[in-house]
């Protein structure tokens, strides 16, 4: 993952021992956050979306209700990301687009200015969320097919797609940025000693 | 790579939004009124995406559970199943066939091109409610025919452009009949049980 991911654990987890009611903790995360809003709907989406496929079993037995109400928030939360916080909290964004030749390429979009560096708050929360979430439907696939619920599989299915998609998207763009990043380092370092050199 | 496409880190939410929308609402057009010159065919296709054919798809599987009453989340899930895994197949027999056409842009022209079955589907409902069973059951089975029709009409056009190889066309469009074929009998087979 991330190395500016990992560093801030300590400096995080300094401030906030008195702390211990998590609403206060989450008003924190809020409050560091650059784009609060993409942050909350980085979130949002999943967690409603789970909860949904948990709960929403409850109040209604419609199953048709429910499994619609599960597949549109997985799929809200997939464009989201894609499209909106993934660029707004780690400016990053992925294309996958089709070739004459009928193939698939990947494309890359990542900030170009190199002294960016998103908010720690902002990036730690994504990349939890981004791993967390086919976790989640890995393991409640694994309940519906020891349940022998077939039909909410379907729904399983889609949402493990749809977030692992996303996942692997967002790794390939952040590594491919990584590497641009790097080689435009190394440009730098080469024209400042080649220009010493002359000097 | 980069320097020929224009950055969108930075576009509003809004016009990422308005875009989306405007995406989806120009492929129907297409779906609905298929005259298009194959370079913009082949432009729309290039972008995909599955929103088309997830709502599409959706309502259609809510439209005929709701019209089976008994075991509704059997038919739900199944047609649900018919269409993704339909479509990945007729795909794949495409691909196979050596056409220039990729996974996900397949499946997005054969979502969204179901989109005439669904519109047939409500006439359905339209027809149950205010007919009489018996001319009920002859317009619901002239207009699902037709609009068949008008889905393959839709796809062949597509097809058209995927620059298969001369003599295997009909080889690549002969399941794409299939598969509507058998979307159309599940709208007809549902209204039938109904009555």
């Known amino acids: ?199 | 790579m980069d320097t020929t496409e224009e950055s969108t880190l930075d576009e509003p939410v809004w016009s990422t939004i308005k875009r989306d929308l405007g995406l989806i609402g120009r492929r129907l057009k297409l779906v609905i009124l298929p005259k298009v010159t194959a370079v913009e065919m082949q432009a729309e296709l290039r972008d995909w995406d599955l929103w088309g054919p997830l709502f599409i798809c959706m309502t259609l599987a809510t439209v005929l559970s709701v019209e089976a009453s008994e075991d509704a989340s059997l038919i739900f899930s199944l047609v649900f199943l018919i269409i993704w895994c339909g479509s990945f197949v007729v795909t794949l027999n495409a691909q196979l066939l050596g056409g220039a056409v990729s996974f996900f842009m397949g499946v997005c022209l054969l979502g969204y091109c179901v989109f005439p079955l669904l519109v047939g589907a409500f006439f359905c409902i339209f027809w149950t409610a205010v007919l009489p069973t018996g001319v009920a059951v002859v317009l619901r089975f002239v207009t699902v025919v037709l609009l068949l029709i008008w889905s393959i009409m839709a796809v062949t056009a597509f097809f058209a452009d995927v620059k298969l190889p001369e003599g295997r066309k009909l080889l690549a469009v002969y399941p794409v009949f299939l598969f509507y074929s058998g979307i159309a009998w599940m709208i007809l087979v549902g209204f039938q049980e109904h009555k």
């Not at chain 1, 650059?34 to 949904?52: E, T």
Request: with cysteine; charged share 15%.
């Open chain 1, 1 to 199: 993952m991330n190395e500016e991911t990992t560093l801030p654990v300590s400096t995080f987890q300094v401030e906030e021992p008195e702390n211990n009611s998590s609403s206060l903790a989450v008003a924190q995360l809020f409050s560091r956050s650059s784009h609060p809003m993409a942050l909350f709907f980085q979130v949002a989406f999943k967690l409603v979306s789970i909860l949904v496929y948990l709960l929403l079993g409850l109040f209604t037995s419609s199953f048709i209700i429910q499994f619609v109400i599960t597949v549109t928030l997985v799929s809200f939360d997939f464009w989201t990301v894609k499209n909106i916080t993934g660029r707004l909290l780690v400016g990053l964004r992925w294309w996958n687009e089709v070739q004459d030749d009928g193939s698939t390429r990947w494309r890359f979009e990542s900030k170009e200015d190199p002294t960016y560096k998103p908010n720690k708050v902002d990036s730690r929360v994504f990349w939890w969320s981004m791993y967390l979430s086919p976790l989640i439907w890995i393991v409640l696939g694994i309940v519906c097919i020891l349940k022998f619920h077939i039909t909410w599989l379907v729904a399983v299915i889609i949402a493990l797609t749809l977030s692992g998609t996303n996942l692997v998207g967002f790794l390939k763009c952040d590594r491919e940025s990584k590497h641009r990043l790097s080689a435009f380092v190394n440009s730098q370092s080469m024209f400042r000693s080649v220009t010493k050199l002359f000097m």
